[in-house]
């Protein structure tokens, strides 16, 4: 069976549950716990030497980044594909996927945060500060991008999800838990009301994972509170 290595509230391994649960993959999650830094304990490094999370092992292959081991999957079978659509469509989740994967993410990161902090003498407030300026200029473009795309339905590419939906929906839960305010992204909010509404994403959300603290605040889980607020 497949093995995820993940941590419950990290946007990465969300998306690498969302894509396993979409392809109706039987894998078995194997917590690491990066509050406690086990992401660079010497057997994790092993692994993925880069020192996050999600890694993926299938038999004696293992595999990190999110977006490879997204790839990987989606070639290990056909249905449904995870860039759908003709050539320019394929191309456009890709870049929406990329746009949060590769410049919004690496900023927000937790490993970034700890440097601007530890090394830069960054306080609480600063760290939210930049949080919140990479967040939400990358978001204003990505929303930019979408409404430009025009196709926007359920998820970004109309009724058909995508690999922009699996870097989407993380990307916001992980705003709305810095209470960073996403009225200014009317679409990507359509498509997380619809996609936080699908088991294969309520099975991935931070919530409903094994090791979630039962405390834990509820933004994609079962009831999700922002919906009803919103309503
Ligand atoms: N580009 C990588 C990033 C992996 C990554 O750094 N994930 C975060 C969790 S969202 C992590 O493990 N951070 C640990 C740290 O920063 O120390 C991917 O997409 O998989």
Redesign the pocket.
């Known amino acids: 069976m497949l093995k995820l290595y993940s941590?419950f509230r990290?946007?990465?391994?969300y998306r690498a549950r969302i894509a396993l649960n979409l392809k109706g993959m039987e894998y078995e999650t194997v917590p690491v716990n990066?509050l406690k830094d086990e992401?660079?304990s010497e057997d994790y490094l092993k692994i993925n030497p880069?020192?996050?999370?999600?890694a993926l092992i299938d038999g004696d292959f293992v595999l990190?980044?999110?977006?490879a081991i997204i790839n990987y999957i989606d070639n290990m079978k056909s249905e449904p594909s995870l860039a759908p659509g003709d050539y320019k469509d394929q191309a456009f989740v890709r870049q929406i996927a990329l746009s949060i994967?590769e410049d919004i993410?690496?900023l927000i990161?937790?490993?970034?945060q700890?440097y601007l902090s530890d090394h830069l003498g960054a306080d609480e407030a600063a760290k939210k500060e930049w949080y919140i300026h990479w967040t939400t200029t990358g978001m204003a473009a990505v929303e930019k991008m979408i409404a430009g795309y025009g196709k926007a339905g359920n998820f970004v590419l109309g009724n058909k999800v995508s690999v922009a939906d699996i870097c989407l929906i993380p990307n916001m839960y992980s705003m709305r838990r810095f209470g960073v305010p996403l009225d200014a992204y009317p679409l990507c909010c359509a498509i997380e009301r619809h996609c936080i509404t699908l088991p294969e994403f309520i099975k991935a959300a931070p919530e409903t994972q094994a090791e979630a603290p039962e405390d834990l605040e509820q933004i994609h889980g079962p009831n999700a509170p922002f919906l009803k607020q919103a309503a």
């Open positions: 941590y990290s946007s990465t391994s990066l992401q660079r880069m020192g996050g999370v999600p990190s980044q999110s977006l994967a993410h690496p990161n937790l490993k970034t700890k």
